[in-house]
């Protein structure tokens, strides 16, 4: 059973940073597109960013430059390493493996993600 468990949410001031690490268990995800995805409060859901195998990466638009994703093969680790936190940056963050095939350039389609984490909080105050 493949099981993605993410941490490193809390609460920070506005222009603070946080890390979030999502854990992959159960598999080894080393030739997938993932992804962290956010929604927040009265929202839906968005990409934010994301990482192929070959280590490319995609960012939204309002978080290139403040945030930086990376993944460790070796010990199934996903990382969202996010500086410069804003009140809008505010939501659950999830982590999210793409099915086989599926390539990051392709977007932030969710159904072509087929393992999801639970959630973790992030909250950003002035």
């Known amino acids: 059973r493949v099981e993605l468990v993410e941490s490193g949410g809390g609460s920070v001031q506005t222009g603070g940073s946080l890390t979030l690490s999502c854990k992959a268990a159960?598999?080894?995800?080393?030739?997938?597109?993932m992804a962290w995805f956010r929604r927040a409060p009265g929202k839906e859901r968005e990409g934010v960013a994301s990482i192929d195998n070959d280590g490319s990466t995609l960012y939204g638009d309002s978080v290139k430059g403040r945030f930086t994703i990376s993944h460790d093969i070796a010990s199934g680790t996903l990382t969202l390493q996010m500086n410069s936190l804003k009140a809008d940056d505010s939501g659950t963050y999830y982590c999210?493996?793409?099915?086989?095939?599926?390539?990051?350039?392709?977007?932030?389609?969710?159904?072509?993600?087929?393992?999801w984490g639970q959630g973790t909080q992030v909250a950003v105050s002035a």
């Open positions: 999210a493996v793409a099915g086989v095939g599926v390539i990051c350039s392709d977007g932030y389609i969710e159904p072509d993600f087929f393992w």
């Open positions: 159960g598999y080894i995800f080393s030739d997938y597109c």
